[in-house]
């Protein structure tokens, strides 16, 4: 079990923790500071979470799911063993491949947690069904397996050019927009950035950055799309055919 501190974001009034769970995924915990109550988006198993709930003094009332691959929704069966009522929100597209969805949501639709509005992105291209959940107020941006730091999603049921129409709706979004990945990838990434952009130093200083904070915290910072956009070499690509051609190249990396 990893004794390292729980990663907590305060934007706002809002917190968010980042609790990791099986080898390298990353599940976030968001509520609204002083309340005691939360949502979990992508709950890969029960175990680490309820771990940060009982640790923080917190139950939950909502479950996010971005996509539905198991090791994002692995944990949903078992915590609603504990509260059968509890909602969960996923794709429309998903709604029938979650068994457990309450509710699937289309492209720009919106919702309300504890008076923090939520927004609902298609970001297909990875899987078909996955969305992103952007909550303004708390300037995240939560992306499942689209995106990576300094790295995206295999195309498993999307083509380059719908990965590519995600990106270009990601980018659209405040620079100031924290983004939250879906697993830790950062040092495989970053070697594979290198050998597209060898003399950038921001992904060197990405890096070394993150091997600090995994030393200390449970998991890396999230960074902003600003800064996210000076390192990952997919959102850098100029068009979907040089994107395609990079994730290829890093399909055999």
């Known amino acids: 079990m990893n004794l390292r501190p729980l990663r907590k974001l305060i934007s706002g009034p809002v917190e968010i923790y980042t609790v990791p769970a099986l080898d390298d995924n990353y599940c976030y915990l968001i509520r609204r500071a002083g309340t005691k109550t939360c949502a979990v988006v992508d709950p890969s198993t029960a175990a680490p979470i309820r771990k940060a709930l009982a640790e923080l003094g917190l139950t939950l009332d909502l479950i996010l799911n971005t996509h539905h691959h198991h090791d994002h929704i692995g944990g949903n069966e078992d915590l609603l063993s504990e509260n059968p009522k509890l909602p969960v929100f996923c794709s429309s597209y998903d709604k029938p491949r979650i068994p457990q969805a309450t509710r699937g949501f289309g492209d720009g639709e919106s919702f309300e947690y504890q008076n923090l509005a939520g927004q609902v992105l298609s970001i297909p291209?990875?899987?078909?069904?996955?969305?992103?959940?952007?909550?303004?107020?708390?300037?995240?941006?939560?992306?499942?397996?689209?995106?990576?730091?300094?790295?995206?999603?295999?195309?498993?049921?999307g083509s380059a050019q719908t990965m590519w129409e995600s990106f270009a709706k990601i980018k659209s979004l405040p620079p100031e927009t924290r983004i939250f990945f879906g697993h830790e990838y950062t040092d495989k990434n970053g070697l594979f950035a290198l050998t597209v952009e060898p003399n950038n130093l921001r992904i060197r200083e990405r890096m070394d950055q993150t091997k600090k904070d995994l030393a200390t915290y449970s998991s890396a910072r999230a960074p902003s799309l600003f800064e996210e956009l000076e390192v990952n070499p997919f959102l850098r690509a100029p068009d979907a055919l040089a994107f395609a051609h990079r994730r290829s190249l890093r399909d055999k990396f």
């Open 125 to 157: 291209g990875h899987t078909l069904g996955q969305i992103a959940f952007h909550f303004p107020e708390a300037r995240a941006l939560f992306v499942g397996d689209t995106l990576f730091s300094m790295g995206c999603g295999r195309l498993f049921e």
